[in-house]
C-alpha cells in the first residue's frame, strides 16, 4: 500500500474537484483537501471571500495551516469528524482520510457561523496577538458578516455525509489498488509457470491498436516499442504483421507464410529473439491489448474479444483470466471507478 499513501494516487483529482464543487454549492460550505500537515493539494471551492483574504496573507495563513493540521490530527484520534471553531470562531470540520491504518490527510469543510447552539464547540486555536486578530477583523468586516450561518444540528448532517462519503471512496480506492496489485502478480506467476516474465513484454504505450480507427502510426509506435533490440529482419516483418493485424488471430503458419519462412525456422528465430515461444507470445499480447481496450466504457467484453479476433466471447474470457486471474468484466469495473 505504500504506492497509495500519496493521496493524489488515491482521488482522481480532476473528478474529486468536480465533486468538491458540488457538495460545496449543495452545503453552503467551503470544502478543500489537505495533507497531514494541512497543506492544501486541491483547489478551494467555494472558499468565502473572508477567509480568501487570511489564506493570502503572510501573517495570518499560517494559523489557518496549524487549524487545517490540528483539525486533521484530532478527527485521526477519534477516526470520526471533528467540529470545531478556527482562531476567528468560525466553524469547520475535519474529516480524516485514513489507508491502511494511517492517517495522511484531511477532508475540511466549513467557513460558516452557528448560531447558540454552537457555543460550546472547541476554538481549535488561540492566537496571542489580539490586536493582529481585531486588525484583521476590523478591515475585513463587511466579508465576514457575509459567510453563511447554520444551525449545529445542520451541521453535524453535513459532517456524517462528508465522512461517510470520504470512508467509501478510500475503501474503493484501497480495494482497487489490491485488486490491481493481485493482476500483476498473477500474471508474474503466470508467465513464469510459462518461462516468461512480464518485462519481456513491453507494455502498450497507451494505443488501442484493435480499434478500427488505428493509424498506421499507431500501428509503426507500437510495432517500434515491442521489438526487441538487434532483432532480425524475419522477426520484425513476422512481429509487424502480427501488430498490424490485431483483429485476426494468426497461427505460426500464418505468420511465417507471409515471411516467406518455413514454420520451424520462424518458431526458433521467435523464441530466440522474442525471449519466448510464439505460442507463449500471442496469449500474452492479446491480453496486454485487452488490458487497454477494457478502460474504454463505450467497448463491451464481447467488442473486446471481437477486436481481438476470438470468435468466442468465452473463450476470450477464459485466457485473459488465466493471465490476470480476474475476468474481464472484474477488471473493466476497477479499472473504470
Known amino acids: 500500500m505504500e504506492n497509495w499513501l500519496n493521496l493524489k494516487e488515491i482521488f482522481d483529482m480532476d473528478s474529486w474537484e468536480d465533486l468538491q464543487d458540488a457538495l460545496s454549492d449543495a452545503t453552503k460550505m467551503a470544502i478543500v483537501m489537505v495533507n497531514y500537515k494541512g497543506e492544501p493539494i486541491t483547489r478551494h471551492s467555494g472558499c468565502s471571500d473572508f477567509c480568501n483574504i487570511m489564506r493570502h496573507d503572510d501573517r495570518m495563513k499560517k494559523f489557518c495551516q496549524k487549524c487545517d493540521a490540528r483539525a ?24 480524516p482520510i485514513i489507508v491502511d491504518h494511517r492517517y495522511i490527510g484531511a477532508i475540511m469543510a466549513g467557513q460558516i457561523r452557528v448560531g447558540d447552539d454552537g457555543e460550546h464547540l472547541e476554538q481549535l486555536l488561540h492566537v496571542t496577538d489580539r490586536m493582529l486578530l481585531e486588525q484583521k477583523l476590523e478591515e ?92 532480425s529482419r524475419v522477426t520484425k516483418e ?24 518455413s514454420k520451424g525456422y520462424l518458431s526458433r528465430l521467435f523464441t530466440k529473439e522474442m525471449g519466448m515461444s510464439y505460442s507463449q507470445y500471442i496469449p500474452l499480447l492479446k491480453v496486454d491489448w485487452a488490458k487497454e481496450l477494457l478502460k474504454r466504457e463505450d467497448l463491451t467484453v464481447a467488442d473486446v474479444a471481437e477486436q481481438l479476433g476470438y470468435s468466442e466471447t468465452g473463450y476470450f474470457i477464459k485466457v485473459f483470466k488465466k493471465y490476470t486471474g480476474a475476468t474481464p468484466l472484474v477488471y473493466k469495473k476497477y479499472q473504470n471507478l
Do not use: W
Open 72 to 95: 486533521g490530527f484530532e478527527a485521526m484520534q477519534e477516526n470520526a469528524p471533528f467540529i470545531y471553531k478556527c482562531y476567528f470562531s468560525i466553524v469547520d470540520i475535519a474529516i
Open 238 to 261: 513476422a512481429l509487424k504483421y502480427i501488430i498490424f493485424h490485431p483483429e485476426q488471430m494468426l497461427s505460426l503458419g500464418d505468420v511465417a507464410d507471409h515471411c516467406h519462412v
Open 140 to 231: 475585513n468586516r463587511e466579508a465576514y458578516e457575509r459567510l453563511p450561518h447554520l444551525s449545529f444540528g445542520r451541521i453535524r448532517v453535513i459532517a456524517k455525509l462528508l465522512y461517510h462519503l470520504c470512508n467509501y471512496m478510500t475503501i474503493e480506492s484501497a480495494k482497487k489498488a489490491k485488486i490491481l496489485d493481485m493482476y500483476e502478480a498473477v500474471l508474474s506467476r503466470a508467465g513464469a509457470a510459462d518461462g516468461d516474465t512480464l518485462k519481456e513484454i513491453p507494455r502498450a504505450a497507451g494505443i488501442a491498436l484493435s480499434h478500427p480507427d488505428a493509424t498506421e502510426e499507431e500501428h509503426q509506435r507500437e510495432l517500434e516499442h515491442r521489438l526487441p533490440e538487434g532483432a
